[in-house]
């Protein structure tokens, strides 16, 4: 794993102005690719990034690339964008969703913008509007002040759209229950 932190770190210093960027949108590159969380770069291997942060600590942050990776269009030019969903457990008990979208610019796919969804919640699905550009993010979340241990069993639509380099929510979700048994 101390052969991965080393390369990061020359990473960061030479990326954090121009962001980061994949070489095209295939498969292969997003689960290779440079992703932006909070003011980290996090650059993966195989769909997967492993940071120890002590030698002797077993104590480590990995960050994985979900199976969701759904391609369309966001800023109504030519050319396919995507929206990915990115785990981020960080060493302690949370496992944060982020939403990630990667845009072309420069002729090189850049993860423009990353948006926190939630705390150990489950994402079902991320689907790209063609028409409008906006992302539609279906999960399950609880119920305000549930404790975390509650499985997440409230369906909410979550809806963005990419405005220059930031993910705006255009639509705060309204909880709607599964089921009607209470
Ligand atoms: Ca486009």
Not at 67 to 89: N, S
Not at 157 to 178: A, D
Request: charge should be negative.
């Amino acid at each position: 794993m101390t052969a991965r932190v080393l390369p990061l770190t020359a990473l960061l210093i030479t990326t954090l102005a121009t962001a980061c960027s994949c070489p095209s949108l295939t498969a292969m590159a997003l689960r290779n690719g440079a992703y932006r969380i909070d003011e980290d770069i996090i650059a993966l291997t195989e769909g997967e990034y492993r940071h120890r942060y002590m030698e002797d600590s077993a104590a480590e942050r990995v960050v994985t690339l979900t199976d969701i990776i759904e391609k369309g269009d966001l800023d109504g030019r030519d050319g396919d964008d995507a929206a990915v969903i990115l785990i981020d457990e960080p060493g302690g008990s949370g496992t944060f969703y982020h939403l990630a979208v990667l845009m072309r610019r420069d002729d090189v796919y850049e993860n423009v913008a990353t948006e926190f969804l939630g705390d150990r919640i489950l994402v079902q699905s991320v689907v790209i509007d063609d028409m409008t550009h906006g992302i539609t993010v279906h999960a399950l979340v609880r119920n305000e002040g549930d404790a975390m241990a509650v499985p997440p069993e409230v369906q909410v639509v979550m809806r963005y759209m990419v405005v220059g380099n930031s993910i705006s929510p255009m639509q705060q979700s309204v909880p709607t229950p599964i089921g009607s048994s209470r």
